[in-house]
């Protein structure tokens, strides 16, 4: 829609980069309030934050490239322009939480200590990433016939056609997912609430790309990153379930022996 914000002389502002840096504002901002009675523990967080947001970005780049190799491959020399747009949200996911797992392993910290406030920061950013791909064009929706989910929209390319509306999907469910999640916050363990919240994102993602018309690798007739968000999704689930349970559990454990003191 909006690729290009406006230019200071021979410097164009792209919205995709103005976008993503509100967004990591947005999000160290909400971690930093649901923090702000720890400022020893917030510290710590956002030093975790800080090693992993590298690795975020680089496995986004990888994951996006991977999945549009047919025109990188043909320029190879833009593979390097993060700025213009074009960060996989799986890549970033993946590597962003392995970097601050692999952090809290190296410092002996707990990963569940801060999960919750991570899930949190991670919907943050989709919300943003989502309004992003909204006004560069990208992750645009598949041509289709009139009807509630179509308008008259563009693609990466800027032309126009009746295409569903795929970035306003996720930008409205990820902005669903995100107050689901600020509820749930301190009502359920925080490992929990990161589980249960990757699960959401999963399935509204897995949703929208039901409607996506954007280039992707496929397997077969089906888009890897569809594929790539139903096993975020049953791994997700499967580890809510998990957690969920083992900490019910040790909570009776703990009330038991209590009790019996």
Partial sequence: MYPILTRFGPFLIYSYEVILALGIAASVGLASWLMKEDKERRSRFFDACLFAALFAILGGRFGFVISH?????????????????????????????????????????????????????????????????????????????????????????????????????????????????????????????????????????LFVTLFRGDEAVQVGSVRVDTIADVIFLLVSIAAFIYTFFTERTLRTNEKTTQTIG
């Fill in 69 to 205: 190799w047919s025109y990188y491959s043909e320029v190879p020399s833009d593979i390097w322009l993060v700025w213009r747009g074009g960060l996989s949200y799986h890549g970033v996911l993946l590597g962003g939480v392995l970097a601050f797992w692999l952090w809290t392993r190296w410092r002996k910290e707990s990963f569940a200590e801060f999960a919750g406030v991570l899930a949190l920061m991670i919907t943050m950013l989709s919300v943003f990433g989502w309004l992003a791909c909204l006004l560069e064009g990208s992750a645009y929706g598949e041509v289709a016939s009139a009807g509630l989910l179509v308008g008259d929209l563009p693609d990466s390319f800027g032309v126009y056609s009746l295409r569903y509306g795929s970035q306003m999907m996720g930008l409205a469910l990820s902005g669903i997912v995100l107050t689901l999640s600020l509820l749930l916050y301190k009502r359920i363990q925080p490992l929990s609430l990161f589980w249960l919240t990757m699960s959401m994102l999963a399935a509204s993602r």
